[in-house]
Every structure is written in C-alpha cells, then in structure tokens.
C-alpha cells in the first residue's frame, strides 16, 4: 500500500498558493470591468484599450519560457516568490495615482504586471506535479483553475461594483496589496518538492534518500516537440482561448452598450458565466481523473466533447434578448461550465506525458500558446468593434469548434505517450540504484 505523500506543512503550502493565485489572477481581470473609465480618464479609444490588455498577456506568456526553462534547472520555491512579487508590486503602483498619470505608464505597469502572471503558470504546475500522483494531478490542476477563476471573479467584482462610488485606482491596490505579506511567508514557510517524488517508478528510491539528477537541456526541446501529445494539446490551446481573450474582456462593455443595461447588471451576467466555469472545472476534473484510470484516452475525449456542446448556451447567451432573466442566466452558467471542461484537465494530461525536469518548459510552452489567442483577444474585438458588438461576440464562440476537434487529436496519442513516459522513468529509476 502506497503511504501517503503529502504532510501537514505540504497541505499548508498548496493553501498558500492557492491564496496567491487567486489574488495574482485577480489583477488579471479587473481592467476589463473599467474600460469606459479608462477611456474617458485618458481619453484613448477602446481599440488602444485592447491593444494594453492584449500587451498585458503576450508579453507575460512570452516571458514565461525564460521562467519555465529556469524551473526545470533550479529552486522553484524562490522563483515563484519572485514571480508573485513581480505581478503585484506594479498592480499595487497601478492603483497609486503619482504613477498612472498618462497612459504610457498606465500600459507600462501593466504589462509588468503581465510578466509576473506569465512567469507564476509553468513555475506552479512544476510545482504542483511533484506534490501529486498521476491519478490525482487533476483535481489539484482543478484547485488551481478554481483560484483562476475565484480571482477573476473577484477582480471583476471589487472593480465592477467598486469603480462608480471610489474610482477605478482602488481595485489595484485591493488585490496586489495583500499578496505582497502572503509571498514573503510562503518565502520563510514552504520547502522545495524533490523534483520526481510523485513518480511511481522512482518514489521508493526517493523516500530512502537518493536524488533526481536530471535537469533540462536545450536539446531537449526537440523531445518536448516530438511528443504528439504535447502538439496537439498546445495547438488547441490557440483557437480555444481566443473565446475567452474576447468575450471576458469585452462582455462587460457589450452588455452595457449592445444590451443597454447598468454596469451592475452587466457584472452580475459575466459572475454566472464564471460561476459556470468555476463549478465546470471542478466537476469536471473529478469526472476526468474517474475516466483517465479506465482509459487515458477517455479524458481528453470529454474535454472534446464539453467544449463542443458549450457552444450551444454560449450562442444563446449572446443572441437571446433580456425578456427572461432567469433562462439567460442559466444559459451563461451552463456555457460557462461545459466549455471549462478542458481547463483542468489539460494540465493533468501535459503532467503525465510528460518527464518532472521537462514539465516547467513544457507548461511555459502551453502558457504561450494557451495565451496567444487569449491575448490576442482583447485586440481582436477592438478591432471588431466597428462592425458591431454582436457579431464580435459572435466571431469569438465559433473558435472554440476547432478546439474540441484537436482535442480528439490528443485523445489518440496521450496512451502512446504515457507508456513512452512510464519506461523512461523505470530505466531512470535502475540507473539511480547503480
């Protein structure tokens, strides 16, 4: 009977790292709530808006192969600290007006801020994999996702419902103040995982004292890349996150301008659409682990499927009129929850195919093509504007199609994969007792 692996102080750091997640993504989030404000205060078009919110994502998700390539060779403990520090001191400068007074210094900090949100993702799933077996990286991805979207909910909400009473500024400086404290104690607090621990090949050996050696090689990118798994998992990520690079930060605006109604209202339709997401995540990881260990190929399968079948409330949400509330809200939920389908479990598929001194660079890949079309997003539907809110909306569902199709790509390669990974991880666990 395996023993368990995870101590006391382990729980209490995976909790801290939830916290700062949560708080770090929030920052994310909160421009996309205070776009009218934004362009009045500066008097800048929305387009440009777009532009600094695109900025914000594809500078960072670049950024994140330096730190990634840096997880997979030292300490990663101190690298996310540094990572969660660089994301909230500017978010915390962004909400102090001496610093925001033109818009080339709003734009700066916040793309400062986007290179610490890049460089948290690969850093955090290196991480989280050493702290989890196979079966059950899942539902801890989910754990993350959840933070994901509790942070942008709580983004959205401070600014959303904040913004008319006390002004855009205090947003920033509610959600990156606290975190500044919280990375300083993980700091002091949290231990490094051994690199390799949760392997089932080598946790025995790791137990008794001896070490994973293996560190990663600028050659080895041609190993990553020859992985089918990870190509096709990396390829969905382009079309699949330019719905929600276009629709999270443009809906807001949409249903304010398109639909006429109160900024309140208008948050309070984007919270369902992420309450959907946050329970569809979570449901959905549990049901993904279930159906991983009767055949992996079964989950990647699912993500397939509940990414397609989403599309179906996402479009009603968008071309339905407001005459019953109750029916629209639902319609957001259940779009939000059958389209997150992917968003835990693709972690967990990338961590099990995958070697523990490559997963830091392979996740800092995903981060960029995970993130492009997200980043692109907010440029996207500026540009989209003047052909209308709806069909911008519209344009940005239909890219979730090509999405669930590569998702059937992965579902017939992932076995291959993992037993390729499996054999490698035993003939490194002989040479460790040589």
């Given at each position: 009977?395996?023993?368990?692996?995870?101590?006391?102080?382990?729980?209490?750091?995976?909790?801290l790292?939830f916290?700062?997640?949560?708080?770090?993504?929030?920052?994310?989030?909160?421009?996309?709530?205070?776009?009218?404000?934004?362009?009045?205060?500066?008097?800048?078009?929305e387009?440009?808006?777009?532009?600094?919110g695109?900025?914000?994502?594809?500078?960072?998700?670049?950024?994140?192969?330096?730190?990634?390539?840096?997880?997979?060779?030292?300490?990663?403990?101190?690298l996310?600290?540094?990572?969660?520090?660089?994301?909230?001191?500017?978010?915390?400068?962004t909400?102090?007006?001496?610093?925001?007074?033109t818009?080339g210094?709003?734009?700066?900090?916040?793309?400062?801020?986007?290179?610490?949100?890049?460089?948290?993702?690969?850093?955090?799933?290196?991480?989280?994999?050493?702290?989890?077996?196979?079966?059950?990286?899942?539902?801890?991805?989910a754990?993350?996702?959840?933070?994901?979207?509790?942070?942008?909910?709580?983004?959205?909400?401070?600014?959303?419902?904040?913004?008319?009473?006390?002004?855009?500024?205090?947003?920033?400086?509610?959600v990156?103040?606290p975190?500044?404290?919280?990375a300083?104690?993980?700091?002091?607090?949290?231990?490094e995982?051994?690199?390799?621990?949760?392997?089932?090949?080598?946790?025995?050996?790791?137990?008794?004292?001896?070490?994973?050696?293996q560190?990663?090689?600028?050659r080895?990118?041609r190993?990553?890349?020859?992985?089918?798994?990870?190509?096709?998992?990396?390829?969905?990520?382009?079309?699949?996150?330019?719905?929600?690079?276009?629709?999270?930060?443009?809906?807001?605006?949409?249903?304010?301008?398109?639909?006429?109604v109160?900024?309140?209202?208008?948050?309070t339709?984007?919270?369902?659409?992420?309450?959907?997401?946050?329970v569809?995540?979570?449901a959905?990881a549990?049901?993904g682990?279930?159906?991983?260990?009767?055949?992996p190929?079964y989950?990647?399968?699912m993500c397939?499927?509940?990414?397609?079948?989403?599309?179906?409330?996402?479009m009603?949400?968008?071309?339905?009129?407001?005459?019953?509330?109750?029916?629209?809200?639902?319609?957001?939920?259940?779009?939000?929850?059958?389209?997150?389908?992917?968003?835990?479990?693709?972690?967990?598929?990338l961590?099990?195919?995958?070697?523990?001194?490559?997963?830091?660079?392979?996740?800092?890949?995903?981060?960029?093509?995970?993130?492009?079309?997200?980043?692109?997003?907010?440029?996207?539907?500026g540009?989209?504007?003047p052909?209308?809110?709806?069909?911008?909306?519209?344009?940005?569902?239909?890219?979730?199609?090509?999405?669930?199709?590569?998702?059937?790509?992965?579902?017939?390669?992932?076995?291959?994969?993992?037993?390729?990974?499996?054999?490698?991880?035993e003939?490194?666990?002989?040479e460790?007792?040589?």
């Amino acid at each position: 009977m395996r023993k368990p692996r995870m101590s006391a102080r382990d729980i209490t750091t995976l909790g801290l790292l939830f916290v700062m997640t949560t708080l770090l993504f929030a920052d994310q989030m909160i421009m996309s709530a205070i776009l009218p404000e934004l362009s009045k205060e500066y008097a800048v078009s929305e387009t440009l808006l777009g532009l600094i919110g695109s900025a914000f994502i594809l500078i960072g998700a670049a950024m994140s192969i330096i730190f990634g390539y840096i997880a997979d060779k030292a300490a990663r403990k101190s690298l996310l600290v540094i990572v969660i520090l660089l994301g909230e001191v500017p978010c915390l400068m962004t909400g102090i007006p001496f610093f925001t007074q033109t818009i080339g210094s709003f734009a700066a900090l916040r793309v400062l801020s986007g290179i610490g949100l890049g460089g948290v993702y690969p850093v955090t799933y290196s991480i989280l994999a050493d702290f989890f077996r196979e079966e059950h990286r899942a539902t801890a991805s989910a754990w993350i996702t959840l933070a994901w979207s509790i942070g942008a909910v709580l983004g959205v909400s401070v600014a959303g419902y904040l913004t008319n009473d006390f002004g855009w500024r205090l947003s920033f400086i509610l959600v990156g103040a606290p975190n500044i404290p919280i990375a300083i104690f993980f700091a002091m607090y949290a231990r490094e995982p051994e690199r390799g621990r949760t392997e089932e090949a080598l946790e025995d050996l790791i137990q008794k004292g001896l070490a994973y050696r293996q560190v990663i090689h600028p050659r080895d990118f041609r190993i990553i890349f020859s992985n089918k798994t990870n190509i096709y998992t990396f390829l969905q990520g382009l079309p699949g996150t330019v719905p929600w690079g276009i629709l999270t930060y443009w809906m807001i605006t949409f249903f304010q301008e398109y639909r006429g109604v109160s900024k309140e209202t208008a948050t309070t339709i984007f919270l369902v659409l992420g309450a959907g997401s946050t329970v569809g995540s979570v449901a959905f990881a549990y049901l993904g682990e279930w159906l991983y260990k009767k055949k992996p190929s079964y989950m990647p399968a699912m993500c397939g499927a509940g990414v397609l079948a989403g599309i179906i409330p996402a479009m009603l949400l968008i071309n339905m009129d407001l005459s019953n509330m109750t029916a629209y809200m639902l319609m957001g939920f259940f779009a939000g929850a059958l389209v997150s389908v992917a968003a835990a479990n693709v972690k967990a598929i990338l961590m099990n195919v995958n070697r523990p001194e490559h997963r830091g660079t392979v996740f800092s890949v995903f981060n960029i093509t995970d993130n492009l079309g997200q980043g692109m997003g907010p440029a996207i539907g500026g540009l989209l504007v003047p052909m209308g809110h709806l069909f911008m909306m519209n344009f940005a569902v239909l890219w979730w199609v090509p999405c669930g199709l590569l998702f059937f790509m992965v579902a017939r390669h992932i076995g291959s994969d993992r037993n390729a990974l499996r054999s490698l991880m035993e003939k490194r666990a002989r040479e460790m007792m040589d």
